[in-house]
């Protein structure tokens, strides 16, 4: 009987022979590592790239989206919890879909984009990096929505095939993460450094739960050590909580305590703060930092007008809007 | 002995029946149930509506 020791996330599990990691779908089988969900996805779906949210990375653009089962957290509060806590073996349904014919259904169905998203990507490592190498090949963009739960050494490898990402930082407390999610705050802040140090587009999430992370205090922390470690251009999409999964007892977070937050984080010093999950809210939209101009007008995930000019400036003061435009 | 013979006639037809009927029950029984309590249904990508509405987050 020999174990095997997965290095993909801060867990490290140790798995027996014919046993799984936290996540459900690492394998120990003969003493191998495996994905189980390897090529057998349980979701494809295309959204609209501000779903993921990626609102600085080609807007208004369909991406293909696929999931596997499977999660390296285990969030009270999940939103997907019927895809993430669950076992492939689990799922209702799978798809067969090895990494070259996912990547010709997105070119078929005209996707400029690929996206790892729903459950973590992070656990389906090995399907996410094959299928962005043949991806890139093909001339499509390859962006990731996770937890960034992940040792560096493997984020750093997938880095070089990633073109975006929508990192969550779930609070910029590591006791709400060992109490909510299961995992740790600090792998989290590591692969966001890494991922900006590699030169992926990077926005990130914070999810506002009443009474939980939105201590305005912790989002000014948050803040301000997004501005020094990541960049004052990085976007922050700040989202509202919804009662879910194990965590129905508290109330949907209210859009002011959005607004106060967001005021919070801007008056940290950062540029674009977006308020996501309230459809039609003004902080849906990208406004110039520098006069004000409501450059990308958006009412939930739908892309309204886009007044940037085609090299992402400004059409009023010039101003260059960082971000991934063409 | 006419009705002795028409009697086994009905015996023999109602055997068939049962069985007929014990087996669509089981039929019917097992196809539900086996998918869901033994492996995923498998489709191929061709299967797969990409534009169905959904209610997953990111």
Partial sequence: MTAVACELCPRRCVIPEG???????RVNLGGKLRATTYGRPSAIHIDPMEKKPLFHFHPGTSVFSIATAGCNLHCLNCQNWQLSQRGGEEMEQIYRADPPEVVKAAKEQGCKSLAYTYSDPVVFYEYVYDTSAIARRAGLNNTYHTAGYINPKPLRRLCKLLDASNTDLKAFDD???RRVTGATLQPVLDALVTLREEGVWLEVTNLLIPTLNDDLAMIRRMATWMRDELGADTPLHLSRFQPQYRMRNLPPTPVEALDRARREALDAGLR????GNVPGHEANSTYCPTDGTLLIRRVGFMVVENKLTA?????TCNQTIPGVWK | M???HVHAEQRIGRRRFLAWLGGLGAAGATFPVLPREGRPRELSLREADFYRPHELAG
């Fill in chain 1, 311 to 315: 090299d992402g400036r400004c059409p």
């Fill in chain 1, 19 to 25: 046993g799984a990691g936290d996540c459900r779908i």
């Fill in chain 2, 2 to 4: 006419k009705k002795v």
């Fill in chain 1, 175 to 177: 006791g709400f993460y």
């Fill in chain 1, 272 to 275: 674009y703060v977006y308020i």
